[in-house]
T-cell receptor, first 110, second 115 residues
Framework: QKEVEQNSGPLSVPEGAIASLNCTYS??????FFWYRQYSGKSPELIMF????GDKEDGRFTAQLNKASQYVSLLIRDSQPSDSATYLC??????????FGAGTRLFVKA | NAGVTQTPKFRILKIGQSMTLQCTQD?????MYWYRQDPGMGLKLIYY???????DKGEVPNGYNVSRSTTEDFPLRLELAAPSQTSVYFC??????????????FGEGSRLTVL
């Protein structure tokens, strides 16, 4: 069974700090990795995707991928109260099958 | 911009009843998915489809059935509802290929309670 593991949290950070979210996956052949944000009672929405080893930056968000360690992370710089949500790590394998981790709840304190 | 549309948004079922959750997308995506999300948990893949006439099981398929007769529609059938099927169900669609990121587009969810 393919698995995606995340620390469920909650992770609490003060406003303006860096939030660091982590994810590990079991299938070494996985090729595509995604971070989704989900506000309470809402649908998930894509924040970042990453395919290659290294870092990928988009505004305040940076995704990091290490395929050798089967590890994906998301850094949120200058965290804002509006960033408070559940962050879901997702891994696609077999070309189209996408599975999700349990999610990490993030609270940003004003 | 309709995107992915799910109906109904809310439903209460009695144990043993059956029902169908409807999902329609207007983005001409080949890939469609059904996930369930239990309280405080992530998404679990129930079934997915890579195109009309093609479906396959996900992580938690027991108690569910799907069909994909058209590109647009991907209904999820619950037979003999059980309390363990109380959950929020999300339908999603996506496309792969050189010009696509692999992003999944989600419907608003269907909240099902089995009593």
């Amino acid at each position: 069974q393919k698995e995606v593991e995340q620390n469920s949290g909650p992770l609490s950070v003060p406003e303006g700090a860096i939030a660091s979210l982590n994810c590990t996956y079991s299938d070494r052949g996985s090729q595509s990795f995604f971070w989704y944000r989900q506000y309470s009672g809402k649908s998930p929405e894509l924040i970042m995707f990453i395919y290659s080893n290294g870092d990928k930056e988009d505004g305040r968000f940076t995704a990091q991928l290490n395929k050798a360690s089967q590890y994906v992370s998301l850094l949120i710089r200058d965290s804002q109260p509006s960033d408070s949500a559940t962050y879901l790590c997702a891994v696609r394998y077999g070309g189209f099958k996408t599975i999700f981790g349990a999610g990490t709840r993030l609270f940003v304190k004003a | 911009n309709a995107g992915v549309t799910q109906t109904p948004k809310f439903r209460i079922l009695k144990i043993g009843q059956s029902m169908t959750l409807q999902c329609t997308q207007d983005m001409n995506h080949n890939y469609m998915y059904w996930y369930r999300q239990d309280p405080g948990m992530g998404l679990k893949l129930i079934y997915y489809s890579v195109g009309a006439g093609i479906t396959d099981k996900g992580e938690v398929p027991n108690g569910y059935n799907v069909s994909r007769s058209t590109t647009e529609d991907f209904p999820l059938r619950l037979e003999l509802a059980a309390p363990s099927q109380t959950s929020v169900y999300f339908c999603a669609s996506g496309q792969t290929g050189v010009e696509n990121t692999g992003e999944l587009f989600f419907g608003e969810g269907s909240r099902l309670t089995v009593l």
